[in-house]
């Protein structure tokens, strides 16, 4: 696929993104007020009206694609609508279009303060997202040239794209891989070229991507790796942040003193989450179970090995980080 198609795939999904987030914020505009708003955006790169046919268009793949139904109300001077609105809030790809893409859009075409709203550096990998849902869509398989981190030369080879995830800011194709006979994870950015195939697949019936990831922290599956209870102990008030943002759906608060609280989660004890946890440093300390513990414990003692001098150099200073008397 050249960079020209991949381009206009990455335009095309912006400009349903847009088209959702002009019509949920206005509650109810017309065609011609939505017109406006397409002369002045960032996406209108030739600053032609939108032709009605490409409106009612994406109308259709924004339904196929999302579930968002567009309505038209005739008898209230042909306005347009979110049909069930108050579903966006719920959650799901509904939800994270308006708050992450929408967003996106709404700062392209704020010129003026562009340099002024910092954000985290994303992996390409957008350009993917619409010939990927495309696909899921229609259950159609696609082949992808694959540069995977472990290999020196990208492969291709075909896949059944089942569902996609964004982690970490990273883009994910959870996919069938008839060849390998199971069920791989593959990292949007990562992906050299794609095309939809003309081979269909059918999508397991008991197939649910939320069930799937039920038991992980992240993107790692950790088949070898059994669901677990895992306590841990948070202090440092870093308790008030993973109460406010939990670090997985089954995070339960078990106990709470002026020190520290206990939060207890069924989780598959995978090496992302290992990392979560170690991310904390000593304000996090696993108590349960206990192997999971001595992993923590054995990194930790590894990372005393390689700043151990730096570490017996500040025991010896009375004030190591500086005058505490002022």
């Not at 109810?28 to 939505?34: G, H, L, N, S, V």
């Not at 279009?97 to 340099?115: G, W």
């Not at 540069?147 to 069938?176: G, L």
């Amino acid at each position: 696929m050249g960079k020209n198609n991949k381009d206009n795939m990455s335009n095309l999904f912006n400009r349903y993104v847009w088209l959702v987030d002009i019509i949920y914020r206005r509650k109810r505009i017309t065609f011609e007020e939505i017109n406006e708003y397409w002369r002045r955006s960032s996406l209108n790169f030739s600053g032609e009206d939108i032709p009605l046919r490409t409106f009612h268009n994406h109308r259709k793949a924004i339904e196929q694609m999302f579930d968002i139904n567009i309505e038209c109300d005739k008898r209230g001077g042909y306005q347009y609508y979110i049909e069930n609105s108050e579903d966006m809030e719920r959650g799901g790809v509904r939800s994270w279009l308006l708050n992450t893409f929408a967003v996106n859009n709404l700062i392209n075409e704020s010129h003026k303060i562009k340099e002024r709203i910092l954000f985290e550096k994303i992996p390409s990998g957008q350009m993917h997202l619409t010939p990927i849902i495309e696909a899921m869509r229609d259950n159609q398989s696609v082949e992808i040239t694959y540069q995977s981190f472990w290999n020196d030369s990208p492969a291709t080879f075909e896949i059944y794209p089942y569902c996609i995830k964004v982690f970490k800011q990273r883009w994910y194709v959870i996919a069938f891989s008839p060849y390998k006979e199971r069920i791989l994870i593959y990292a949007l950015d990562r992906i050299k070229n794609i095309k939809i195939t003309e081979n269909s697949f059918h999508l397991p019936e008991d197939f649910d991507g939320e069930s799937f990831f039920a038991d992980s922290y992240g993107i790692i599956m950790g088949d070898e790796i059994e669901t677990e209870r895992v306590v841990i102990r948070v202090g440092g008030n870093q308790e008030r942040y993973i109460k406010s943002l939990p670090l997985h759906h089954s995070q339960k608060e078990e106990e709470t003193t002026p020190e520290y609280t206990l939060f207890s989660y069924q989780i598959k004890p995978t090496f992302d989450f290992r990392q979560e946890l170690l991310s904390y440093g000593a304000d996090i300390e696993v108590l349960n179970p206990e192997w999971f513990r001595d992993e923590i414990a054995e990194i930790i003692s590894e990372q005393y090995t390689v700043y151990g001098d730096k570490m017996e150099e500040i025991k010896r200073t009375p004030f190591p980080f500086g005058d505490t008397s002022r």
